[in-house]
Structures are given as C-alpha cells and as structure tokens.
C-alpha cells in the first residue's frame, strides 16, 4: 500500500549542482505531475503526464526536466541548480479521468545555497 | 481559462468556533470537479472531498460540511466547532475535463485555530 513515493525528502544543493528528484506510483496512474510549494504562492504545477511517452510543460517548468518511461516513474530533474528553486517539491498521481483524486508524495525539501 | 480563488489568505479563531473557508473558481467547462485538500503542520497533502459540476447537493461529514453553489461558482468549507487539530493550510482545485487534466490550485488558505 506505498501509493505514492518520493525521494530524498530532503536534500541541500550548492548553485549549479544537478539532482534528480525521484517519484513512483503503484497505483497505475496515468497522470502524473510535479508541484513546488512556495509561501503565500500554493502549489504551483511544475511538469505533468497523462501517460508513458508523454509529459508537458505546466505554469513554472524552467530549470526543470522530465521524463515517463514507465507508467510508474517520473522523475524531475534539475538540471543547473539555482537558490530560486529552493522550495518544497511534491510528486502527485490519479486516474486521467476528470474525477480522479490527485495522491499526493510526502515531499521534499530542497535548499539550494 | 481555469482559475480557483481562496481570498482569505490566513484566519484565527477560537476552538469551537466555526470557520468557512471560501473558494471561488473560474471556467468555461460544462463538466468539472472540485477538491478541497488539507496540509497538516507536519505537511503531507491529504485529500477531504470531491465534488462534480453536475451535483450541487452540499455534504456533511462530521464538523466538515461543503456547499458548492454554481451559480455564485463557489464551493465553500465549513468547520464546525473547530479544534486545534483542524489547523492547518486548506487547498481548495479544479480539474476540468476539456483542459488537459490538469488540477488547478488556489493559493490556500491557512487557519489557525487558537485553543
């Protein structure tokens, strides 16, 4: 009953450093996304997956790449780490239908100094 | 375009007063649903209710009630008799179905319920 994975749930980066955030789902979900979290600002929609091949971009996805190889995983990479994305990222899976509920992971707090 | 709305940025009340949380959201779609989710202090993202755009019957469960009235596109929370363990940060989204599935998030909501 894991639901909805992600790792490391924290983690420091120096500017210019590049990480990969880690999410899993087994609960065969084709819709996938990741969020950061800021202050005062919500969830703001990183990346998103309706399914295996496909990702598109959401309202903040510069600095960010993705990738869906598997229904499974998507995983989020940094790929030049700026103290702009310090924040607090979750990964989030549901069924594509419009009334699916999003799962949540537990998030992870990244600090870029 | 889609956008959900929670103007109340930040509310404090007394333990068992009741509290309602508003949520305001904008779309074209005929067909859509509505979520309200709650973040803890310790910050996990937990889901509460779901809501269709064809079904404006308000639910209880518990302390917890929602009205969803289309007509004023709104799908208020109240917490009745609120307690300590109800504070925490309330997300109210929207997906609807013609926009790519994507969730739309107002900025949340945070109460604090003072004992």
Redesign the interface.
């Given at each position: 009953n894991a639901g909805v994975t992600q790792t490391p749930k924290f983690q420091v980066l120096k500017t210019g450093q590049s990480m990969t955030l880690q999410c899993a789902q087994d609960m065969n979900h084709e819709y996938m996304s990741w969020y950061r979290q800021d202050p005062g600002m919500g969830l703001r929609l990183i990346h998103y997956s309706v399914g295996a091949g496909i990702t598109d971009q959401g309202e903040v996805p510069n600095g960010y790449n993705v990738s869906r190889s598997t229904t499974e995983d998507f995983p989020l990479r940094l790929l030049s780490a700026a103290p702009s994305q310090t924040s607090v990222y979750f990964c989030a899976s549901s069924y594509s239908s419009p009334g699916g509920q999003l799962f949540f992971g537990s998030g992870t707090q990244l600090s870029v100094l | 375009a889609q956008k959900v709305t929670?103007a109340q940025?930040e509310i404090s009340v007394v333990e068992k007063e009741d509290v309602t949380l508003d949520c305001v959201y904008e779309t074209r779609d005929t067909?859509?649903?509505l979520?309200w989710?709650k973040q803890p202090p310790s910050?996990?993202?937990v889901?509460l209710i779901?809501r269709?755009s064809f079904d404006e019957q308000n639910e209880i469960s518990g302390r917890y009630s929602w009205n969803f009235q289309k007509s004023t596109s709104s799908f208020n929370f109240t917490i009745t008799a609120s307690q300590v363990v109800d504070s925490a940060v309330y997300?109210c989204?929207l997906?609807?179905?013609n926009t790519?599935?994507?969730?739309y998030?107002?900025?949340?909501t945070s109460l604090t319920v003072i004992p």
């Open positions: - | 929670q940025t067909t859509y649903y979520f989710y910050g996990e993202l889901f779901r269709n997300f989204a997906r609807a179905l790519g599935n994507q969730f998030f107002g900025t949340g």
